[in-house]
């Protein structure tokens, strides 16, 4: 039983926690605060909600939907972005160059240009992928960046030594140097990516997980609306850990993670 | 000076990193050492041992100065030498067996024929058991071991050891020591090897360069006329410690303008 729980610890204490949240909100607005269901709902009815939606198919469709330029945007961040890093890391003048540039791009609130892109690429598959491209690329090209800076000279020496090629170089240590690196970054871009879908369809879409989320804003369905957040809270988490478990199996050589 | 078989004739270098004072590592530094031969070099910490040992390597490309290996000019990296480093350089995602494979991996070996042939080493250097290990799971003396095996299975004919038995506990040291002894004369290798132990470089070498404190020149050069095989009795002849203390003395002055230890 202790061997058991010492295991499980991490996830058993983190689902008590979420099931307290739960069980926590449903109490007070049963018996503590009486519930007005034009600012709030709780959680039984946003869990019966839930599954009207599922149901109809009309979730799945919105999700589907909303995956699609999800796929688009994040992808091509991930080609853009890690390319893009490793060549400013290993070539120190245009590190130099862009790396201010990009900073300031990343520093600034970058959904408030969410309505012009759309306004550029239109209320499609298009605009959103680009917005979700916006936020996604540079998470991974700040990591790429300081995986690269971070290689070992030594290890680079080595291999050089023993008759590596520039390919040699990239293949046996530049590559597995940033591989955690982007690694971190992909997981830190989900989230900026979810949010991108959202804010891409509050602003004009008749479809979709964000516009589903206005829609029953606007119409006064919190349950319903929260039913979506809900899952959307699922789909973050699902991908972190994935990734998380991603790196833990894919690279037995870091210590402690 | 005849032609050796590694020559380096006025070599000079001066690192210049940013922001920071030149450092001259080697200044006129002359190293010839003939075919088959084992050279040691003492010298004082940071007087550009290691710095050398890179320009041979072809890693470092010196500021001026000649150097060719059996004829040939150093101008990068080659099949002919490797090197064991000071700090190991061993990539810390690839298991023992992978690191040892390295050499030749790069020289197109296939997978099997890598594989089998670390084993040799890996048990030359008692690492059998640690093959599927990281270098985060070993010991100092254990990663150590890792990048002598990883330089002795790309068959050099020129090996350079930069203190590659530091790390070690004095017994492995000595199997170590008799094992480079024997690889040296079966496999007809020359060798270069810098230590800070004085006795090990007496033990070992055919000649021995002591160092000037930086930057680096050569300050002396003694013949170690000891017969081989060497047993580990000689260690305790009067000989033995007569080139000790030569050494030991020639070195005391470098150290001493310069305010650093002296071990022996
Ligand atoms: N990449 C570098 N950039 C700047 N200075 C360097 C660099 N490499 C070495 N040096 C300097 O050159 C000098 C010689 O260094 P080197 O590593 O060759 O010494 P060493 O004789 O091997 O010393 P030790 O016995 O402590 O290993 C030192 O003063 C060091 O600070
Ligand atoms: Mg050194």
Redesign the pocket.
Known sequence: MDKFFEDWRRPILGSLAIICFFLAWEAILTWGIPLNKFIISKPSLIFAGLFQDMNSGLLWRDLLISGRPLVFGYVAAVLVGIPLGVVMGWRVRVGYSLDPLLTAFYASPLVAVAPLVIIYFGVGVAGKATLIFILCVFPFIFNSFAGVRSVDLLLINAVRSFGGREWDLYRIVIVPTILPFVVAGARFAIGRGLIAVLVGEFFAASEGVGYRIAFYSDMYVLDRMFGYILVIMVIAVAFTEGIRWAERTAFPWRVGM | MTAGYIQAKNVNLT?T?PNRAP?T?LQEFDVAVAEREFVSIV?P????????LNVLLGLVKPDSGEMSIHGKRVAGPGRDRAMVF?EFGLLPWRTVEDNIGLGPELQGIPKKQRRERGRHFIDMVGLSGFEHHFPHELSGGMKQRVGIARALVSDPDVLLM??PFAALDAQTRDIMQAELLRIWQEAKKTVLF?T?QIEEAVYLSDRVIIMTK?P?RTKSILKIPLARPRGYEMRVTPEFNELKLRIWNELKDEIDSQGGPVRD
């Open positions: 690192f990193p450092v590592a010298g910490s940071g007087c550009g041992k290691s710095t050398f000071q930069d203190e810098v800070h930086r680096g």
